[in-house]
């Protein structure tokens, strides 16, 4: 196991070595499936817009930070997005299209997972260090 990472930080002249720092949070984020898509594309109001793949949803996720404990098994993950995925699933509509009026209903567990893959990575390495701080104000 690597005691040291090696980060390229192209404002410094030369490479800087970080110590790793494993977090008490594991990385959720969902890959999105076809119907999803289909969705996003025939729920636009803007019917000039131009039609988006999957492969270019999927290119950049959002990730979610959940409690370490809560990825320690696939059954303790499945848990959690039982729990949560009302608020996952609004979470990304929104990301999408801010009217609710244009979001399927109702939002169902069933439909979450026909919608979405849940990818789960249990082992987070802040290579930054420092505090973390809120984008939101």
Not at 6 to 30: F, G, M, Y
Not at 35 to 50: C, G, K, L, M
């Amino acid at each position: 196991m690597l005691d040291k990472l090696w980060i390229w930080d192209p404002s410094r002249e030369s490479t800087s070595v970080q110590p790793k720092q494993v977090i008490n949070r594991a990385a959720l984020l969902l890959r999105y499936k076809e119907p999803a898509v289909q969705w996003i594309n025939e729920a636009d109001p803007h019917p000039d817009s131009r039609m988006i793949s999957l492969d270019e949803i999927n290119e950049d996720r959002l990730i979610y930070l959940i409690r370490d404990e809560d990825a320690d098994s696939p059954s303790h993950v499945e848990k959690w997005v039982r729990r949560n995925f009302k608020s996952l699933f609004e979470n990304e509509l929104n990301g999408w299209y801010t009217d609710p009026s244009l979001w399927p209903n109702p939002l169902t567990y069933q439909l979450f997972q026909g919608w979405f893959e849940v990818e789960c990575h249990s082992m987070v390495i802040d290579t930054v260090g420092g505090v973390i701080e809120s984008d939101e104000t």
